[in-house]
């Protein structure tokens, strides 16, 4: 069964960081560029980071440009979210996704594998 389970989220400080995992079940992450995402109540989804399958370039949007960074790891068919210097404006849903590739993209189309979601709440 194909399945992407996200997990790490969590309650933390402004300016804390979090890592989130993204763990693919069913099938190789590594054939597949990858999308993190997060939806705060009321608002629209937002595409935050992709990593390519075909030569690992990455995407980010500029609300988290230098302060998360995605990473692969083949090995444990995983990929991650670093999540540094967060804000509240930060709180909200995020999941993955396999996403369209040559380059990534979190924009359009996106009709592949989804997570379920993580919460993540930035708040003293």
């Known amino acids: 069964q194909v399945q992407l389970a996200e997990s790490g989220g969590g309650l933390v400080q402004p300016g804390g960081s979090l890592r989130l995992s993204c763990a693919a079940s069913?099938?190789?992450?590594?054939?597949?560029?990858i999308g993190w995402f997060r939806q705060a109540p009321g608002k629209e989804r937002e595409g935050l980071s992709c990593?390519?399958?075909?030569?690992?370039?990455?995407y980010y949007a500029d609300s988290v440009k230098g302060r998360f960074t995605i990473s692969r790891d083949s090995a444990k068919n995983t990929v991650y979210l670093q999540m540094n210097s967060l804000k509240p404006a930060d709180t909200a849903v995020y999941s993955c996704?396999?996403?369209?590739?040559?380059?990534?993209?979190?924009?359009?189309?996106?009709?592949?594998?989804w997570g379920q979601g993580t919460q993540v709440t930035v708040s003293s």
């Open positions: 990593i390519s399958s075909r030569d690992d370039s990455i």
């Open positions: 996704a396999t996403v369209p590739d040559g380059p990534c993209t979190v924009v359009g189309d996106l009709d592949g594998y």
């Open positions: 069913g099938f190789s992450l590594a054939d597949y560029a």
